[in-house]
């Protein structure tokens, strides 16, 4: 058997390894989604951060209103009133508070950073304005759209019995076109790709979109504290929950749609300033992520190659000509359970959805490409700009704010 044999088999036992824990984390998702919930009711408060008009801007906000719970305190929050969203935010208050099962609900100014990233002030506001019996933080962003039962479901395992096994509890967006040109199928098929990984893993990350964490928690593992001079919310609390041996528990029900159209800028700017947060906060899962791009890149090109010059030879080999056929199937398999799960849980985005899975399994050699090009871009650079704002990420605690 020759080395390059040798090297399919190799590459071909890792896709199969990868497709196994595909297999899994999809019947994670599926169970847990399936599987009734009792009745806990925690106290909660749900924070969203707020900060422009976001598309489907309207349609989100109303489903922070729609929260079947209680009770709940639903606080708003936004840098300065001069924002466009605060009017807007204003009115929407106005005729939605009566019809809520929120038993409180605020719209807070925080005013202008000076240590922190913007978004993490305006968190850290709004959380010192928590009535002091509140159990549960729920964090969502201004451009997710949560189902009626997210925060039933968020609250679940962070229950009393509960707090000492899992730290905090996360979703995660799947971003869903409401213009299928390319760039946004590409935006959805490459965070398709991420969404993916997550399931009942060590591995998971927390998105700052969809994630909650017990008050008791939150002040144990000094997240008031590391907060005040951080710039990722979910990176640095993901790092706290690990550092503490606790859980993060991935929640399926929570994944939660994030209605965008991008255009090629738009995709390059948000890629990069993702994967230079993540390789300035969780360097090793940044490489796992460089690793993982290169895998499906090169997997299957080199399989390809292989295969041509195996076809061509006085002996071909029958290992090599399979080698790129099997890559291939894999690869679509990921995509079609990707999409079938996402099917499920966005049960009432499906028919919008569709364009971006017929996109994904025709286009996911493609979607590899453009991941492992962001990827290497973020190796190197510290500033990103997020809502108008320019950042320096020194280090995870030493963030400058260049512009405001």
């Known amino acids: 058997m ?5 090297l399919a088999l190799i590459v071909l036992a890792a896709q199969m390894i990868f497709t196994i824990q595909v297999i899994n984390n999809v019947h994670y998702a599926i169970k847990k989604y399936k599987k009734p919930r009792e009745t806990v009711r925690p106290k909660a408060a749900l924070i969203v951060p707020c900060k422009g008009l976001d598309d489907a801007f309207e349609k989100n906000i109303l489903s922070f209103f729609e929260q079947d719970y209680k009770p709940y305190t639903l606080l708003f929050v936004v840098q300065e009133q001069e924002d466009p969203i605060y009017p807007v935010l204003t009115r929407l208050i106005e005729q939605n508070r009566s019809n809520t099962c929120a038993q409180n609900v605020r719209l807070l100014i925080a005013g202008r950073t000076e240590k922190c990233s913007q978004k993490l002030h305006n968190l ?15 964090f969502a962003d201004s451009d997710a759209c949560l189902s009626p039962r997210w925060l039933a ?13 899992n730290g905090a509890a996360t979703g995660y967006r799947w971003f869903v076109p409401i213009t299928p040109n ?10 398709a790709k991420i969404a993916q990984l997550l399931g009942n893993t ?12 017990r008050v008791d928690n939150f002040r144990r593992l000094k997240l008031d504290q590391i907060w005040t001079t951080a710039l990722s919310d ?20 929570c994944m939660v749609a994030s ?4 255009t090629w800028k738009e995709l390059w700017e948000f890629g990069r300033r993702q994967f230079i947060i993540t390789r300035i906060y969780r360097p090793g899962m940044w490489l796992f992520g460089l690793f993982s791009a290169l895998f499906s890149v090169f997997g299957l090109w080199g399989g390809i190659a292989a295969a041509c010059c195996s076809f061509v030879s006085p002996h071909p080999s029958w290992i090599l ?17 990707r999409q079938w799960t996402i099917g499920l849980l966005l049960a009432k985005d499906k028919a919008q959805i569709k364009p971006a899975a017929r996109a994904d399994l025709l286009l996911f050699w493609f979607f590899s490409i453009i991941l492992l090009i962001i990827l290497i871009s973020s190796a190197v650079g510290k500033t990103i700009c997020w809502r108008g704002m320019r950042y320096r990420l020194n280090s995870p605690t030493d963030i400058e704010i260049i512009k405001q």
């Open 153 to 165: 479901y968020m609250a679940y395992p962070l229950r009393e019995s509960h707090k000492n096994e």
């Open 182 to 191: 390319f760039a946004t199928l590409t935006l959805s098929g490459v965070n």
């Open 234 to 253: 979910d990176l640095s609390l993901s790092a706290a929950v690990s550092q503490a041996h606790l859980k993060l528990k991935f929640i399926p029900a």
């Open 321 to 337: 000509i399979a080698w790129p056929f099997l890559f291939v199937a894999a690869q679509w398999l990921h995509a079609f359970l």
């Open 2 to 6: 020759s080395g390059l044999e040798i």
């Open 202 to 213: 060590h591995f998971n990350l927390a998105w700052g979109g969809s994630m909650a964490i």
């Open 124 to 138: 850290l506001y709004a959380y010192q304005q928590i009535d002091p019996d509140t159990e549960i933080l729920a």
């Open 259 to 262: 209605y965008e159209a991008v």
